[in-house]
């Protein structure tokens, strides 16, 4: 009786690792367009610029899917490491064609004298997130052989890490 039960601990736990880990990677992808993503430009054979563009304020995530894609375009490229020469994050503005309706809740307090109304956003939600946009953009130099101390990554362990 106890075996079938550790199985079945074992088999959830393992669900929902993998859950937790295509959850993570989910916005990991070639953006299309002018959309979310990344994108990289050749700006000579070893110098890249690598942009990665996330929905929401998400600095510390675009920043790491930056790294991973010039790690992988690294290695493409036949190279072993990267140098980031400037790094430059913006929050980016969405004007939607047709603004969401912010839900509100209203509160109505009654006492002695009467009763009055508050209205105000729900806590749970940033009318600001939906719109924003988090950009990060990498201009990287690779090489090969012996990396430089400053600013360098190497790609292999990047690419893995990240």
């Not at 690792?17 to 054979?45: F, I, N, V």
């Not at 690598?50 to 930056?66: D, H, I, P, S």
């Not at 047709?98 to 006492?111: L, S, V, W, Y």
């Amino acid at each position: 009786m106890i075996k079938p039960f550790i199985a079945l601990c074992l088999l959830v736990l393992l669900t929902g690792c993998a859950s937790q880990q295509h959850q993570q990677h989910r916005h990991y992808h070639p953006a299309k367009g002018d959309g979310t993503g990344y994108k990289e430009l050749a700006l000579s054979e070893t110098h890249y610029r690598v942009q990665f563009k996330l929905r929401g304020q998400q600095r510390a995530a675009a920043e790491r899917y930056a790294l991973r894609r010039a790690a992988e375009l690294t290695l493409q490229q036949g190279y072993d490491w990267f140098v980031v020469i400037k790094k430059t994050q913006r929050r980016l503005e969405d004007e939607p064609a047709f603004p969401a309706r912010r839900e509100a809740i209203t509160q109505r307090h009654c006492g002695l004298l009467g009763c009055r109304s508050t209205r105000y956003a729900r806590p749970d939600e940033d009318p600001f997130d939906e719109e924003a946009y988090t950009l990060v953009l990498l201009e990287i130099q690779m090489g090969r052989g012996v990396r430089p101390e400053k600013n360098s990554y190497d790609a292999e362990t990047t690419r893995t890490i990240i």
